[in-house]
């Protein structure tokens, strides 16, 4: 039996990937640029046993059904083309994070499984192969296994589309981010059917893209010169552009619940009143407030006037991708 066991941190976009050229080999339509969290995190064991027919995937104590544990061999299966085995795997998977809920759990969870198969198997990649290797399973996956600010090159092929950390002197350990969970059940619109529909019928869809090049230009400038102000303006303008994509669409739609348009608003007050902060939202209701540490506690206390405390998570930059 090889085993191996890894535990990677979900990562938020602050400019956001939306959209694939290439559903295959999830090739994105541009460049992304994400922080790692250290407050939600996927830990996952494979253990690859001779004793095995076929593929097992447990998630968080659960069997999980036929249609999960396909995705989870087709995943396998590219781990096993580079070691040259058939051997099949036993997965668990425990999610320190609910599960499709527009909280990244499928970053962190196929980040960890990639690191785990490669001790398993003891392939030896290193973090920019894994990096590769982690997006064939779920495009977001990539900038887990990187800490701190991370950038995906959206690239032309299976060898260029990979993530890497960017070097911010520390910028990264003076900011922090509220979750503000709004509803942690499954959405009605997943991810992926929600990129397809975007990129194939919204009428926004060309002019989002095409305000991608000065977007990230802005913002890796913003984080070279510690520019909290420019960095918070940027999050928040590109996450708003990725959204109204969705209303174009046919048939239109969106992930915004009135909770989540009231916690916007929180932040608007906020920012009017002297204390600093931004939002962005991935697809799904939950909104992350960035702000400074400095402002945190003044954060996470107007919020609380609004949302209960098991509402709201505070999390600060984390670490990349570790072997257990």
Known sequence: ??????RAYTNIALIKYWGKKDEELILPMNNSLSLTLDAFYTETTVSFDPALQADTFLLDGQLQNTAA???????LDLLRELAGTKLRAAVTSENFVPTAAGLASSASGLAALAAAGNA???LGLDDSQLS???RRGSGSACRSIFGGFVEWEQGTDDITSLAHPLAANGFENDLAMLFV???DKQKDVSSRDGMRRTVATSAFYPGWLASLPEDLAAIKQAIATQDFT???RITEANGLKMHATTLAAVPPFTYWSPQSLL?????????ATGTECYFTMDA??????LCRRQDEAAVQQAFSNSFSSDRLILAHAGPGISYL
């Open 181 to 183: 969970l709004i509803n």
């Open 263 to 271: 916690a916007m608003d929180l932040v608007r007050q906020l920012r």
């Open 69 to 75: 544990t396909a995705k989870i061999s087709r995943f």
């Open 120 to 122: 398993a198997l003891q």
């Open 284 to 289: 799904g209701p939950n909104v992350k407030v």
């Open 132 to 134: 590769r290797l982690a």
């Open 1 to 6: 039996m090889h085993t191996g066991k890894a």
């Open 230 to 232: 420019a960095l918070g």
